[in-house]
Nanobody, 124 residues
Framework: QVQLAESRGGSVQPGGSLRLSCVAS????????MGWFRQAPGKEREFVAD????????DYANSVKGRFTISRDNAKNTLYLQMNSLRPEDTAVYYC?????????????????WGKGTLVIVSS
């Protein structure tokens, strides 16, 4: 049974930083492109960032480019999202996602597995 377990999110002030992690089990992690999506209240789920299964190619949404960094540790079956210079508009539930042998930027309807999500609140 595949499980993607996100770390606990939290509340942070604008300009602050937070790192999310996602531990995968039940799959061969190195064969999966991994990504982060988010869903703010009243909005649709949107792509944040992904990292390919081979070569470590990364993609970012324009809204987070230069502020967020996605990375993975295949030895630990773990995906990370380092979030810096956080803004109130980054407030959302963040979801870990996995797609087998993904070779293009991830889309919501192309994801094979989802985590349950973790809430990040950016507020003063």
């Amino acid at each position: 049974q595949v499980q993607l377990a996100e770390s606990r999110g939290g509340s942070v002030q604008p300009g602050g930083s937070l790192r999310l992690s996602c531990v995968a089990s039940g799959l061969t992690f190195s064969r999966y492109s991994m990504g982060w999506f988010r869903q703010a209240p009243g909005k649709e789920r949107e792509f944040v960032a992904d990292i390919r299964y081979a070569g470590g190619i990364t993609d970012y949404a324009n809204s987070v480019k230069g502020r967020f960094t996605i990375s993975r540790d295949n030895a630990k079956n773990t995906l990370y999202l380092q979030m810096n210079s956080l803004r109130p508009e980054d407030t959302a539930v963040y979801y870990c996602a996995a797609k087998a042998f993904g070779s293009a930027t991830m889309t919501s309807n192309g994801v094979d597995y989802w985590g349950k999500g973790t809430l990040v609140i950016v507020s003063s």
